[in-house]
């Protein structure tokens, strides 16, 4: 299967090692690791390269799906930091003891339809395309994350639930192991297309590839994105928490689809 450019380093998150992490610190330089949900990749690395040039410091980040962090982190994985693609996923870290507080939440996600540019799917935002291709029995395979522990798949369902699609489509579906996995298989060629994360449609390596629609936020609960600093956290991580919440950060958020905290980008809850 062909692998879209820039995502392939997005299912190895289980692979860090604890002693590779402690190799960095008892070489005297703080290079934390960062727990993300695979959906903020292209924003999140942009950011990081700023943050580098902005300060000297580096962070490492590895990317997957938010509940298989919080599985990883509750048995002791050495993530100083977690961005997750719902904020229900970081309340139960809180909850867990492993966070210093509740965190803040820093972007709103959004859901796209996309597809391979030589695919039958024709893509708008009502999902007509999709239906006439269900209904001319030509939908082969279609791409979503895993609902069961992605929250761009459990929104990619609940939407497809309210368009009354999910009954008639399950069979057909292609499940990533995390939304970049399965934006690798809408756009691949090996499925007719899928629902995914914006932040990744956005992105110029999707788009050598594919094209796509965003999707109306209403037809879905809301995905909150929420931060959190772990137990284990250090100065460098809370230095690039921080800077995650300034003007600049925010920006390159907006730029890849996110929507942004109403009130000031310290927003304490998502209540």
Not at 26 to 55: V, Y
Not at 114 to 127: G, I, M, V
Request: hydrophobic share 40%.
């Amino acid at each position: 299967m062909r692998k879209l450019k820039g995502l392939v380093a997005l299912c190895v998150a289980s692979l860090l090692l604890c002693s590779g992490v402690m190799s960095v610190q008892a070489a005297g330089r703080d290079i934390p690791a960062i727990a993300a949900a695979s959906n903020i990749k292209f924003a999140l690395d942009e950011i990081a390269r700023q943050f580098t040039q902005d300060t000297g410091e580096k962070v490492r980040i590895s990317y997957g799906s938010s509940g298989n962090f919080v599985a990883q982190i509750k048995h002791g994985a050495p993530f100083q930091m977690f961005m997750s693609a719902d904020e229900k996923y970081t309340h139960q870290l809180a909850l867990s003891g492993a966070t210093v507080d509740e965190g803040v939440l820093y972007a709103v996600g959004r859901l796209a339809i996309a597809a391979p540019k030589n695919s039958p799917l024709e893509l708008d935002s009502e999902l007509r395309g999709l239906k006439s291709l269900m209904e001319a029995g030509k939908l082969q395979r279609f791409a979503i994350a895993n609902p069961d522990h992605a929250p761009y798949g459990e929104r990619a369902r609940e939407l497809l639930q309210n368009m009354g699609l999910w009954e008639s489509i399950e069979p057909q579906l292609i499940y990533g192991e995390n939304v970049s996995q399965a934006a690798q298989f809408a756009i691949s060629g090996s499925t007719q297309g899928g629902i995914i994360a914006l932040s990744l449609a956005i992105a110029p390596q999707f788009q050598k590839m594919g094209h796509y629609q965003a999707l109306p936020a209403e037809l879905h609960a809301p995905l909150y994105q929420r931060m959190v600093l772990t137990k284990k956290a250090g100065t460098t991580a809370k230095a690039f928490y921080a800077y995650l919440q300034t003007e600049t950060a925010r920006k390159i958020f907006s730029e890849f689809g996110f929507g942004l905290p109403d009130s000031s980008p310290f927003t304490k809850s998502g209540d």
